[in-house]
Each structure stands twice: as C-alpha cells, then as structure tokens.
C-alpha cells in the first residue's frame, strides 16, 4: 500500500509533516499556527510527555498523567493541524513520502506526502553496547520506563520486608543509578528521601532507612554540565541525603540481581542488587540514522546526524532535523556542541517554525543561534544546583527557581495545579501519593 | 517450605491475618486498631482501589492514583498492623494456616499461621461461563481492568480517525457495555460524554459525536436495584447522552471485531464493534470455593459459601468471610440478600473487628445486620438517581448527593483535592485531563 492512503490534512497546499512531538516537535507545530499550511504531526504516543519529571513519577510522587498531556488536547484549538498516530519506519526523500507503521487501526507501510518535512525524533540511552543489560536496568526516557522503575523501586521494598535472609534482602535493598547527570543524581536523591522519609514508618520487618543507594558516573564529578564547585556541592548534598556517589567508577556488568562496579584504580566489585536505573550514555533516536541513510548522510558515534546551520539536512532544503538527534554544523564546517536538553529542542523547533514561515512570505531566515538561559538540577527536598549566565547559585534559592521554572513549562493549567497539590503535600507530609505498583507490569 | 517463613508480626498473642484489602477488609484491620492483636492483611496488589470510581479512570477523566491508595501508607500509624504482598492459594484449617504464593521476593508456597483469619476475596465479573470473550471485552473491576479500557476506547477513536473504509471506520466509532447495573450505566454514559463533549474538536478527519454507544441489558430494564421508576429515568437520561439502552437484549458471542446481540424476540443481530466493555454477570472471588472446599461446605451459582449470621463460616467460628463472596445466612435457615455493594462488605467488616475485639473482652456479638442507607447511580454530567429509603431522587439534587457521598468515601484528604479539582475541571471545560494512550497495553 504504498498510496498516500491518510490524503491531506485540512487541505491547503503546503503540506508541512512533523515527525515526534516532544519539545522540539510541538513547539514547531505551535509555531506554525498563524500559517496557511497543512501541518500532520506523527507520533508514536497520543501524548506530550514532560520528560524532567519522569523522575518523579518513577518515584510515586506525581501520577503519569500530570506530566503528559494528550496532543490532540494540546492542539485542539490550532485548526490547520491533524494528529497521527503513529510510527515512522522509512524515508522517501525522492517522491516526498515517508512511511507509517504501527497505526492504531493495525494498517502498516501507509504513507504520507509532504512538502516540508521536520523530523525530530529525539534520544534514548544507548546502554554501552550491551542491550542485554537493558531488561535489568530500565531508563526513564519514557514514560512507560518511568512506571517500570516505579514498580520495581517499591517491589523491592516490598521484597525485602518478607525475605528472612541478610544477604538477600540487603541486596533488595540495594539501589545503583548509572550516570550522574541531572536524571541520574535526581533519580539517586529521590530514592534516598523515599527510603528515608516518606516509606519511613510504613514497614515492620525493615529499616526503610538502611537502603543503600549507589550513584555510578564514570567521570570525576557528577553534573558535569556545571561548573566543578556546583558538581561537589552536589555531591556533598547527595552524601547528606544518603546517596553514595560512586565518581570515577564505571559499570561494567549488569545482571538480574548483581551490578559490577569498576573503580578508578581498576578493581571490580559485584555488588548484590536488584534495582539497577539506567540514566547514562544517551544515543539519538534511530530516526537519525534511518533520515541519514536516506540522504546520503552520515551519524556521528552518538548515533546523531548533521544538520547545517539553518537545521535543514544537507542537500535537502525541505527537511529540517532538529533536537537531541542532530548536532549542528556551522558553514565553516565547525560543529556546534549542544546539549541534549529541553530548551535546546525548543527552541530549535520554534525556528523552524518561523522559517516555514518565513519561505512562504519569500524571506529568508538567519541561521539558527541557541540562547543559554542556564542550567538547573535539582538533588531532593530544598536542594538543587542552577548556573545562569555564570551566576552560581545551590542550595533553597536554586531549588524555588527549579520549581518556578518546571511548572511554567509545564503544559496545562489543571496540571500545575495537580502538581502544586501533590508537591505541597509532598513537602509538609513527606509523602508520596503516587505509589501504585501496576500489577501487569509487576507480572 | 512449608513453615511460617512470615513468622510473627508484632508479636502479640493473638494472630488475626486479614485476606484482602478491599471495602470489607480494610474496615476490620482498622476496627481492631484499638485491639492487643497482632494483624497481618495480605493482599495481592500495593493499594486499596476505590472501585466505585474506576470507570472515571476507564474515560480518563480521573488517574489511577487518585482512586488507589497504598495499603501501608493507609495503615502506617495503626502499629499492630504488618502489610504483606502476595496471593493466597491455599487453606489449612487444622493448622490454622494459610498458604500463599507469588512474594514480592518470588517466594512461593510460604505458610503463615492465624488463630483468627478474615476472608474478604471480593468477586469479579463472569463472562457467562465464556471465558474466550475475555479478552475482546476487558471489565472494570480492577485497576489494569480501568486503564485496559482506557487505552481500548482512546485507542478506537484514533484509528476511526485514519481508517479510510466507512464500515471499519463504523466499527471503531461503535462501542458495546454489556450489563446494566450501576458500572454498565455510569460507564455508557460516561462514553457517551467523552465522544460528544471531551474529545470533539479533538479529531480532523471524523465525529466524535457520531460514535454509537450501545448498552445491553437481559433483564426488562436498567438498575434492576432501583424501583423501575428510576430505571425509566436512567434510561432516558442515558438516551438523551446519546446512549442506545438495550434492554431485554442478551450478547450471544463477543469477537475482535463485532458482537451478537439476540433480541426479546429471538432475533440475533452481529454489531461490527472494536470495543466492548464488559460489566456483567457478577461472581464470587475463586477464594470462596477454596475456603469452602477446605471447610466442607458449598458455593452457590456465583460461587458465593453460606456464612452464618455473625459472617463466621460454619464449624469453624475462628473463621469470618464477608463482602461480594459470601452470602448470610440466618439461623432459621433463609438466605439474606445483600447486594455486592461497597457499603455492603465496610458494614461487615467494621462487625468482624467488633466482634474479634468482644471475643478478647469475652462478650458475645449480636448478628450482623446490614443498614441500608440507599442506592445511588450516577449516569453522566449532571445527573443521577438515588433511592435513600424509599426516598426516590433523580436528575442534579442526586448528582451532588452522588458527588458528596463519593468524596467522603475516598480515602486521603490529597486524593480528595486532586479528584475536586480534575472535576472542577471536567464540569467547566467538559475537557478530561488523563486521556494517555499506555504504551505497553496497546503493543
């Protein structure tokens, strides 16, 4: 079937195709608002998901549905835009097209027509090669990821409160998170205040509290993102929560209920544990490689292609490639190193929507230049780390300006008020209200 | 391993072990709060789940943990109280021990021992002894039951919104409730809103609006435990939301992609449907023919034993069942009917932790006797029926009756404020903010 069997959206002439709708992708789509053109956005979940606070679901303290908003209602009110859900398995750059797969009502190899086309299609965590440690070790990426951790994280305690051997439920007790970025050293920091404050109480047999906690980063210092005087700020706020951060260390082995930990002078310890959080070595999307193929181009060892300094793939003006899954090339051949995060794809996705815009008046646009409004991570209850334009700040003044900055970028009025609900009662109770585990998830 | 591998809970004399934290066994754990009892409440799963409300989570007008609270966290300050994960297999009653299977830490076949045990399984629906309809017609009574629907029903609409044929798309856009008690009706109404008010504006390509809704019922009309003039305003009340009530009508065969409805007259008709929800035919939890096969005594049709009327199981008075898997009865010999109702199995278990508590003190318990306080059915936005002792009310005096009642009844002042504000929300913008799509359950 290889017809343009989904035809046109609202049927203006222009066809722009959005492939992914996270940040880069949405903000492109909202960008092209006030255009005449036909816009589809394809992706593969019915929703927007706020990726910073996956963490958070991964630890019961907020609910899935608070920080994913459904596309279609975000984008209810733009008329010249159709949602398909769907996901993308092949490029014709030729005649224009590319292929869906996976459609709800089970059609596959349906294609679709475009003019333009912006593929954004993000990243997800490459595990070093060894996609065997991947059942052991989930990532957050996603959300369905988010709720797989959340399930084990409280299996675990579950588990250790009726196993009568030492050795057993310590190591059910055991926590590793690999990767010290801001998802790693939040994901580390939360399981900590679970352990000891808010599953403080709640069980007989064990001392929530005498979990151990494990932070596994290859490099010398956590966050390595920040400058080093916040890195060590964070680590000493991470040692005061109860997390040990293992800096210097790298994760060699990953088994059902073992971790194999490497230390800098190259001594390996297996350390018994049966929850292991993947957060490190990110990889682009497989979009990337499958866009470049197509074009005759090439990924980089991160899996990213390159695009030229207006975000359009070489020697195809019509598509644009834009977030985590592309690094930029300036015209003198110099690549533009930046970093796979929220702002970047926003506002990457914001220009390509005001250069559709622009080619359709017959204008020109600037190349594309991203503007560092800072960079923030938060370790647990009124601790966090924020560098702003060289302007360092830790501690409560950097944890305010965290919650501040989540919740306006968060999508939804109802949400935010979901949220500020369950982090008030978070904060005054140290509880958390979210703490289901799935049963088919736990089967 | 066939020891008490649990060993003692807190360490008082009297062992009272607790089978399942539902409406009824969740009352008798707290009823004995005051009690020098040493309580282990086993349950399958980590939450209580407000049932009553899951068909807002099967519509994504509510989240799963708005509905569910954790066991323990509900319990964490009643300290003769320990949690404990698992399935319950097995009765022994000359021990006095119960055997259970499927720990958190994969444990299985581990014994733990009571002097006092309180049975509370619960029931779950019957597919009229046609189980090979399960899985086209998922059912609402536990929380993966709600969010299966969920993504089923959100899942229909979008793949009406890229199916090309007219008969297929037909077929996406036609959904089927089976049984019209309190969930069937609150359930097709609840479709009939999303379709009409939620989503429309949402889709490009069809009508929300046009999607059929058909509710199928055996019996000569709806809410056969309300007197038949609520049932004729139900009815209404539901065809004005858009709903076709079947009444009279039976389902003969249930497919992937349509279902056999036989009318009064014998006729049977196949309706291409892709959804059906299944929400009849109820029948006791499998744990009452296991308690009833370990004591000697027999179930009845829906598998429900006899218990006596102080809810003790005959010749064994160190034995309560109670709530939808049981039935009283009376000294003389007749059968009490009670309905299978939340308030129903709260009466009877807040009786078991009285009478546990008497039994210590060495008093008698008069028999149990249910208060019924009325019978309320909601059928969409503004509307509902209640029957308060004779005292018949429909339309909005009964919502808000409906609306109240609910909210006390859930459990935790956060999930409270949370389910206030998603409806605040829902009643001003008839919008439903949990409409996610769940990755694993669509694959």
């Keep these: 079937m290889r017809r343009g069997v989904l035809g046109r959206g609202v ?13 880069g992708g949405l903000q492109a789509v909202r960008k092209l608002r006030p255009a005449a053109v036909d816009v589809t956005l394809v992706d593969r979940q019915n929703f927007h998901l706020f990726q910073p606070l996956a963490y958070q679901v991964a630890t019961g303290a907020l609910s899935p549905a608070e920080i994913a908003v459904p596309l279609r209602w975000v984008l209810r009110r733009q008329a010249n835009v159709r949602v398909v859900l769907a996901e993308v398995t092949g490029f014709d750059l030729e005649r224009r097209q590319i292929v869906l797969d996976r459609l709800p009502n089970g059609r596959r190899g349906v294609t679709l027509d ?16 060894h996609d ?8 957050l990426k996603s959300l369905d990821g988010a709720v797989d951790i959340r399930n084990r994280i409280l299996s675990a305690f579950e588990a250790a409160e009726v196993e009568p051997d030492d050795d057993l439920r310590q190591s059910w007790l055991t926590f590793v998170v690999v990767g010290g970025g801001p998802t790693g050293v939040e994901m580390a920091g939360q399981i900590a205040e679970l352990a000891r404050d808010s599953l403080r109480g709640d069980f007989r047999a064990i001392d929530t509290g005498a979990a151990r906690v494990l932070l596994v980063e290859t490099a010398d210092r956590v966050l390595t993102g920040f400058p080093p005087s916040l890195s060590h700020k964070a680590e000493r706020a991470l040692e ?26 190259g001594e ?8 292991v959080i993947w957060a490190a070595g990110v990889a682009a999307s497989p979009l990337a490689a499958d866009l470049a ?18 975000l359009t793939v070489p020697g195809h003006p019509e598509i644009f490639a834009i977030g985590d899954m592309v690094q930029v090339a300036r015209s003198d051949g110099t690549i533009v190193a930046l ?12 220009y390509v929507g005001r250069a559709i815009r ?7 646009t600037p190349p594309f230049r991203y503007v560092d409004k800072g960079n923030l991570a938060t370790i647990g209850r009124s601790k966090a780390v924020a560098d702003v334009k060289g302007i360092r700040v830790s501690g409560f003044p950097a944890w305010v300006t965290w919650l501040v900055v989540h919740l306006f970028y968060l999508i939804g009025f109802q949400n935010r008020l979901l949220v500020v609900t369950r982090w008030t009662f978070s904060f005054v109770t140290r509880g958390r209200g979210a703490r289901l585990i799935s049963e088919s998830a736990a089967d």
Excluded at 11 to 20: K, P, T
Excluded at 132 to 139: F, G, I, K, N, V
Excluded at 268 to 275: K, S, Y
């Design 11 to 23: 049927g203006l002439s222009q066809r722009v195709v959005v492939v992914g709708g996270g940040f």
């Design 114 to 129: 475009y003019d333009t086309l912006v593929v954004s299609g993000g990243s997800q965590y490459s595990y070093f090669g």
């Design 132 to 139: 065997d440690w991947r059942p052991h070790a989930p990532e």
């Design 240 to 265: 005061k929560l109860g997390v040990t951060p293992l800096v210097g260390h790298t994760v060699v082995d990953v088994g059902a209920d073992s971790v194999s930990i490497r230390s800098g002078s």
């Design 268 to 275: 390996v310890e297996e350390v018994g544990a049966r929850t």
């Design 293 to 310: 193929a197509a074009a005759g181009a090439e990924v980089d060892r991160a899996g990213r292609m390159q695009v030229r300094e207006d």
């Design 339 to 350: 970093p796979g995060l929220a702002p970047v794809a926003m506002q990457e996705g914001r």
């Design 358 to 364: 622009n080619r359709l008046r017959g204008d020109t």
